[in-house]
């Protein structure tokens, strides 16, 4: 199972980043568990300054952009 983090205060960016993120992992077949983080605390953590982010097994993969399903599929399997 992967950990599936976004990041961002919950604006609706985020929430979309959220959705397709869950859709992706349907699409892909893959078991994800996501993970909403708002703290501004644990966002800079990671060393992200723009929100929405994608964060996926501890690895930054997207920063400041809503990726599609499809373009978040791949990064997935």
Known sequence: MKLVQIL???CPKCEKL???TEQAAK???TEV????ISDINQI?????M????????GEV?????VLS????????Q
């Open 18 to 20: 959220k959705a397709n």
């Open 27 to 29: 699409l892909a077949g």
């Open 33 to 36: 568990m996501v993970e909403k």
């Open 8 to 10: 961002g205060p919950g």
């Open 44 to 48: 800079a953590a990671f060393g992200v």
């Open 50 to 57: 723009m929100v929405p982010a994608l964060v996926i097994d």
């Open 69 to 76: 399903p499809e373009e978040i599929k791949p990064m997935l």
């Open 61 to 65: 993969k997207a920063v400041g952009k």
